[in-house]
């Protein structure tokens, strides 16, 4: 099982590489945010083994709490995580005017983009709770928070949550027929609710919901982008 980590890995990246070719018009919007979150990947050793301690190239991650397959894994999800609600339903990135910037629910914009840092650190230094709750927690807040200032986002982000946990719940999935014992050795089960849905801890579930739901409408928030709908041009019968 050495490299069961490192395989799951790839597979994202794989799926990365599939909608990064499916989805043309965003390419330049995947690489940004998937730049962004890979350094993320960084912060394994507040999970590593307080949450899980899996096997990992170079046992990294047991010597050291970094691991090279966070890293994969961080940048892979930062750009599906951006696009994939775009990808279905078909919508684009336009610049927001400045003369709509100045209106008055953009006030608290900057402020907005720090309430799920802000929340993982008080979670994280105030309470007991596992620091994967924390980053549960803290991504629902910020997702909630972003509606204030951006509601033209409230389909988006909400929509994304349950995509994003859909295609989670396949990928998490994929690897359990080939080792059904992963997660029993794995996962700090005894830390955790103990709830498993087909196998899949609950924890895995609710952060992809909670992930699904921040990180959709980050690079709006971000760059002062909106979506519209893709055009479909309908080629005329001779």
């Not at 940048?75 to 910037?101: C, D, M, Q, S, W």
């Not at 994280?124 to 986002?153: Q, S």
């Not at 830390?191 to 801890?201: A, C, S």
Request: aromatic residues 18%.
């Amino acid at each position: 099982m050495q490299y069961v980590w490192f395989i799951w890995s790839l597979i994202i990246l794989a799926l990365w590489g599939v909608v990064y070719l499916m989805k043309k018009d965003s390419r330049r919007e995947m690489l940004k945010m998937s730049w962004i979150t890979m350094p993320f990947g960084l912060t394994e050793p507040l999970f590593v083994p307080e949450y899980w301690h899996p096997p990992s190239l170079f046992d990294l991650a047991i010597r050291t709490g970094f691991d090279i397959e966070s890293l994969i894994f961080s940048f892979a999800i930062g750009g599906i995580g951006t696009v994939l609600y775009n990808l279905i339903f078909k919508r684009r990135y336009v610049e927001i005017p400045h003369t709509e910037r100045k209106h008055a629910m953009h006030r608290l914009h900057i402020y907005i983009l720090f309430v799920p840092v802000l929340a993982f650190l008080v979670l994280a230094l105030f309470t007991h709770l596992n620091h994967i709750y924390c980053g549960i927690l803290a991504m629902f807040l910020g997702g909630i928070a972003t509606l204030y200032c951006r509601p033209d986002l409230k389909t988006k982000i909400w929509i994304s949550g349950f995509l994003f946990t859909a295609l989670y719940f396949v990928y998490f999935g994929s690897i359990l027929p080939f080792y059904p014992d992963y997660v029993e050795l794995f996962w700090n089960l005894e830390n955790l609710t103990h709830i498993l849905v087909l196998g899949i801890p609950i924890e895995e579930l609710l952060f992809a919901f909670t992930f699904g739901m921040y990180w959709s409408g980050l690079y709006e928030h971000l760059y002062w982008r909106k979506l519209i709908q893709t055009e479909i041009i309908i080629p005329l019968k001779n």
